[in-house]
């Protein structure tokens, strides 16, 4: 009988696939960046996650903030803020440390010509900073809007501002007035589209409440939207239902919905 040929999303038998760590860098005191070199991480659309296993503690689900195909080093990471016991065994992995990855899975963010923005709270620019490129090759004008509660807390600024270089802008929102506007991402957004909405499309991951106000603001300025939703994530391939948000699932249908997905989703 020939051998049934698994997708690269899988390892040996549906398993995780074991990566070693190549680098870790630190972004902020509770923010850590993990590189490593996976093939199937390489060819990931922006947006899409993949399900990390640390031995003996746990598998979470994990954006891609670095996709290899887009980087000169040719390496994939994920970029993980210190909030639990999976978070915190990552924190302590160093370069030649292994984990374990599943995927990338579900549906990334698609790259829309002209005016756009993109808005993240806290740490939700990591999934859309491997946009950027993309956005860059259709000539697009972005702006970028990036929120935290405090100055020391906006991990991956400096990136962003090196892939914006040239093209796009970044602004920065820090709750208590620290750096940049004071008030949240959402309110900033808010703030630049009163002043012009002349957008072709808006892009935004982060907390659900700053979710429902960009999805209102899509709404009132006509801007088509793409949100990146977050929800407890088992499975990663649709089975368990863990993730469910109305009829969709959002380890398959999501992460990332369109505003007129959304419009009528009562559980949003």
Not at 57 to 76: A, H, N, Q, R, T
Request: charged content about 20%.
């Amino acid at each position: 009988m020939k051998a049934l040929s698994l997708p690269l999303s899988l390892g040996p038998k549906g398993r995780p696939r074991m990566v070693k760590i190549e680098k870790a860098r630190v972004e902020t005191p509770q923010v850590r960046t993990l590189f490593f070199m996976d093939e199937a991480c390489s060819r990931a659309e922006p947006g899409q996650f993949v399900m990390v296993w640390i031995p003996s503690v746990d598998e979470v689900p994990m954006s891609l903030s670095y996709i290899g195909s887009l980087e000169p080093d040719g390496l994939s990471a994920i970029t993980v803020r210190r909030v639990g016991e999976a978070s915190e065994a990552l924190h302590r992995l160093e370069a030649g440390s292994l984990l374990g990855v599943r995927g990338p899975f579900g549906r990334g963010f698609k790259p829309v010509e002209g005016r756009v923005m993109l808005v993240g709270g806290g740490l939700g620019i990591a999934p859309m900073k491997p946009l950027l490129p993309k956005l860059k090759r259709l000539n697009c004008e972005a702006t970028v809007v990036m929120g935290a509660a405090t100055a020391s807390e906006l991990a991956l600024a400096g990136e962003v501002e090196r892939l914006l270089s040239g093209w796009g802008r970044l602004l920065k929102a820090t709750d208590d007035g620290s750096l940049g506007f004071k008030g949240t991402a959402a309110q900033l957004a808010a703030e630049i589209l009163e002043e012009n909405s002349g957008y072709s499309q808006l892009y935004a991951c982060g907390p659900e409440l700053m979710l429902t106000k960009i999805l209102e603001l899509s709404f009132k300025y006509g801007i088509q939207a793409q949100l990146s939703l977050e929800r407890y994530i088992k499975c990663g391939v649709g089975i368990c239902g863990s993730c469910t948000v109305g009829p969709y699932r959002i380890c398959v249908d999501g992460p990332v919905f369109t505003s007129q997905t959304l419009k009528d989703l009562p559980e949003f």
